[in-house]
């Protein structure tokens, strides 16, 4: 079946670390992968996604690289902030059949001062 | 431009209980969902709706009850309310739900107890 694995957290890192949370995929067909982002208190946000394998996505100093050899979408940024605490959740969109969003986990990140 | 509004932000209820929840959403999208959220399981989806007065079951759907009588709204409604059902609520909508590229825009969430 169609799955989504995240590493899991929490994940903590002092400021202007480097971040990586890992992602991988079971899916049949080619789906479009995202990453979506959960401050506290608030609804997920679509923060980038890819739609065929090698394309990068990127937002906010985020970047994501849809990897169809190692079926991975791994988060990555370079100096992560206090701001940057929240929890991720990697995701899986099948190009056919439409409608389905598969939704990994999630990961806690936090940042210190 | 509000976006995704759910009402309540709280509730606490007896096994037994009933109560619906109420999303609303004012960007005209044709596709809403419900989605239950719970610790280690991501987000799983309960009922979706592709348009006004259309309902879908989706991956969770026991228990749960759903109408769109009007495009911008979609209710969620609990009958008998169980503490299985403790969980936290996420209502989302889309343009559309055809394309793997069709991005989904999230409420703030409700959370429910179920004592």
Known sequence: GNSVTQMEGPVTLSEEAFLTINCTYTATGYPSLFWYVQYPGEGLQLLLKAT?????????????????????????????????????FCALRLNTGGFKTIFGAGTRLFVKA | NAGVTQTPKFRVLKTGQSMTLLCAQDMNHEYMYWYRQDPGMGLRLIHYSVGEGTTAKGEVPDGYNVSRLKKQNFLLGLESAAPSQTSVYFCASSYSGGGATDTQYFGPGTRLTVL
């Open chain 1, 52 to 88: 065929k394998a090698d394309d990068k996505g990127s937002n906010k100093g985020f970047e994501a690289t849809y990897r169809k050899e190692t079926t991975s979408f791994h988060l990555e940024k370079g100096s992560v902030q206090v701001s940057d605490s929240a929890v991720y």
